[in-house]
């Protein structure tokens, strides 16, 4: 069984999903994460970032770092996504899967009241009679999700998550996974390979270890950030060094690139009606492998323009990869702050994020939301509010904090369950219940692309008086 663990935040994939709520988009987050009983864990947006992570029956071997392990042929272990072969289970075996999957993992974060219990009589309900093909067994599946009142959680046909598997982050075809050594450092091992891809191609192989992209070291950078680094524009080409096997020959391979990247982030400098002060605006429109990248680029660029108040324009940004959303809240952070925390029933979902890094800039922000504002982007939004770092204006974001993930059954179909959601640094559920501006009227003339910003930039005086405030608050 695999395992990918997706976002339920709002922006657009290609993957056939269904439609939650009115708006009918569900990317893929990106989170370290381990099930039992898993054997690929991914994170997903406009591509997926595929991780193998062997279940305790699974027959596939856990990787070590080459210190302990001896060297093998890299061919011996050449894999391709999707790499299982469905394996002979009866009709009643598939319910049974995904039945004890919801059994593990599901998270209610309805009304509905689940319990074990009430499962466990699901399931004597559900196996009392013989089910004779393959077709009706997929249709109970359907209804005994659908029985959970979760509209995220849904059964995925084998077409749909063919689909899915095939999705690929870096534009090149690899997908990669942190393995860590026994110094506990960790290395970048190739842990997905499409079949034909342009990596595969050049020579990329399963279990390769990627030790520096286009001359620039690797070592100790997370797969979010080197996936980040494999993007350019299509058509052009990436020089990576690989690491054959475990501890094999050491190659440097030009690959060309067919995926388009596109800038999530624009940005242009204002002055405030005063002429005394600059307000450097950033708007975000999504949450990509670029996000991170390309925002730090425009905030250095603004400051170096002499910035001295940020707006950072969140409106109708419906989220993306949920790890890009952390990685930019972290750039506004002290050291120390508290980012997101994350709760499940799963022991792995019970993390509280933290910064970990200095701030990038520690001028007053202004973060404008409105009823669009979701998942990753109110992430960032609740991190640098309930931090004391910006203050919040315009409406009620819209209260999109689940998360999913999606599992292989062993006929190749599958199924998406909810198994968490997250809680801001101050322990409100953002889930159903969106993020209360501080202001609501203050912008009220503000509108898409570049109109009249000027009531926020008349306003400076009081945004600063109140992340001061708020400072002194939470210091007692």
Not at 121 to 137: H, P, V
Request: net charge neutral; charged share 20%.
């Amino acid at each position: 069984m695999n395992v990918w663990l997706i976002p339920s935040s709002l922006c657009t994939t290609t993957a056939s999903v269904s439609k939650p709520h009115h708006l009918h988009h569900l990317p893929i987050i990106p989170t370290k994460l381990t099930l039992h009983n898993t054997l690929l864990a991914t994170t997903l947006s406009f591509g997926f970032l595929f991780t193998s992570l062997p279940s305790p029956s699974s027959a596939i071997p856990t990787p070590h770092s080459p210190s302990s392990e001896t060297c093998r042929d890299a061919d011996s272990s050449d894999v391709t996504v999707p790499t299982n072969a469905p394996e002979v289970v009866t009709n009643e075996g598939l319910v049974q899967e995904a039945w004890q999957i919801v059994n593990d993992d599901f998270l209610d974060t309805g009304r509905h009241r689940w319990s074990h219990d009430t499962w466990q009589l699901k399931k004597q309900d559900l196996l009392s009679n013989s089910i004779q093909t393959r077709s009706k067994a997929h249709n109970i599946i359907k209804r005994m999700l659908a029985s959970l009142g979760d509209p995220y959680t849904r059964y995925l046909s084998p077409e749909e998550f063919s689909k899915m598997a095939r999705y690929d982050m870096t534009g090149i075809g690899i997908n990669l996974r942190e393995v860590n050594d026994d110094n506990g450092d960790h290395r970048l091992k190739v842990w997905g390979l499409i079949l034909d891809s342009p990596a595969h191609s050049a020579g990329v192989r399963q279990g390769d270890e990627i030790l520096a992209v286009n001359n620039t070291e690797v070592k100790g950078k997370s797969a979010f950030e080197v996936s980040s680094l494999l993007q350019g524009p299509n058509g052009t080409s990436v020089t990576i060094q690989v690491m054959h096997g475990n501890c094999g020959p050491v190659e440097s391979i030009e690959v060309q690139r067919q995926f388009v990247a596109r800038t999530p982030v624009s940005y242009r400098m204002e002055q405030t009606d005063s002429g005394a002060a600059q307000v450097g605006y950033i708007r975000l429109k999504e949450f990509n492998a670029l996000a991170r990248k390309d925002l730090v680029i425009a905030t250095k660029r603004l400051q170096d323009m002499g910035a001295s108040y940020f707006i950072l324009d969140l409106r109708d940004n419906l989220g993306g990869l949920v790890q890009a959303g952390i990685e930019i809240a972290k750039l506004f952070l002290n050291k120390g702050d508290m980012v997101i925390y994350t709760v499940g029933r799963d022991p792995q979902f019970q993390q509280a994020v933290v910064s970990d890094t200095s701030p990038l800039i520690r001028a007053p922000v202004v973060v404008l939301v409105n009823d669009k504002t979701a998942s990753a982007s109110e992430i960032v939004a609740s991190a640098l509010h309930d931090n004391c770092r910006a203050v919040l204006v315009g409406k009620r974001t819209f209260g999109k904090g689940l998360i999913q993930s999606v599992f292989e059954l062993q006929d190749g179909s599958g199924v998406v369950i909810t198994v968490g959601k997250y809680v801001t640094p101050k322990h409100k559920d953002i889930n159903g219940n969106g993020i209360e501006p501080d202001f609501q009227k203050l912008p009220v003339k503000l509108q898409y692309g570049f109109h009249d910003l000027s009531p926020i930039f008349a306003a400076w005086d009081d945004v600063s008086q109140h992340l001061t405030k708020c400072s002194m608050l939470q210091q007692g």
